[in-house]
T-cell receptor
Framework: AQTVTQSQPEMSVQEAETVTLSCTYD???????LFWYKQPPSRQMILVIR??????QNATENRFSVNFQKAAKSFSLKISDSQLGDAAMYFC?????????????FGTGTRLKVLA | DGGITQSPKYLFRKEGQNVTLSCEQN?????MYWYRQDPGQGLRLIYY???????QKGDIAEGYSVSREKKESFPLTVTSAQKNPTAFYLC????????????FGPGTRLTVT
């Protein structure tokens, strides 16, 4: 069965600095999607970035980028120039794209604190 | 504005009572989902619906029920059979169950005493 592990329950970063959140997953599949979701204090889940497993190039979205290591089954999120608004819970998630596989598998989350 | 609405934001019930959580979307999405979130845990899937008049159990369906009579609506009933119903409940939708991106509602915090 697929699993997603986030080993850092909490991280802190100074404003304007860079932080990396870790995520590892376990799957026997070769084709899948990986995601990072942000959940701010409002608790609304917001998609930050996604990565298709067949793409070798790491995804980037403005200040957010990933380091996708398929062989190592690692999918870390790097936040550059951290801002106070980045403070939130961050969830790593996995999804298979094939038919009949309907669900995401979420990690337990990492709480990011941004220090002014 | 297109999106997903969940109401109410906070809900309180006495033990032994059934309670229904509302989820409405105007995104014209076929698929809808219900997740439960507990402290220190990721989201866990309760039920999902790929299309109107169809729904399937997720990983933790016991004590819950759903209906999907309209494309826009996917209400979740937490029954008295749910042993630990106090939690944060999130509804989501996607264009279809095969697409990768899910859009989430703002959630409902249910407290049962």
């Amino acid at each position: 069965a697929q699993t997603v592990t986030q080993s850092q329950p909490e991280m802190s970063v100074q404003e304007a600095e860079t932080v990396t959140l870790s995520c590892t997953y376990d799957t026997s599949e070769s084709d899948y999607y990986l995601f990072w979701y942000k959940q701010p204090p409002s608790r609304q889940m917001i998609l930050v970035i996604r990565q298709e497993a067949y793409k070798q190039q790491n995804a980037t979205e403005n200040r957010f980028s990933v380091n996708f290591q398929k062989a190592a089954k690692s999918f870390s999120l790097k936040i550059s120039d951290s801002q106070l608004g980045d403070a939130a819970m961050y969830f790593c998630a996995y999804k298979m794209p094939t038919s009949g596989t309907y669900k995401y598998i979420f990690g337990t989350g990492t709480r990011l604190k941004v220090l002014a | 504005d297109g999106g997903i609405t969940q109401s109410p934001k906070y809900l309180f019930r006495k033990e032994g009572q059934n309670v229904t959580l509302s989820c409405e979307q105007n995104l014209n999405h076929d698929a809808m989902y219900w997740y439960r979130q507990d402290p220190g845990q990721g989201l866990r899937l309760i039920y999902y619906s790929q299309i109107v008049n169809d729904f399937q159990k997720g990983d933790i369906a016991e004590g819950y029920s759903v209906s999907r009579e309209k494309k826009e609506s996917f209400p979740l009933t937490v029954t008295s059979a749910q042993k630990n119903p106090t939690a944060f409940y999130l509804c989501a939708s996607s264009i279809s169950y095969r697409t990768y991106e899910q859009y989430f509602g703002p959630g409902t915090r249910l407290t049962v005493t």
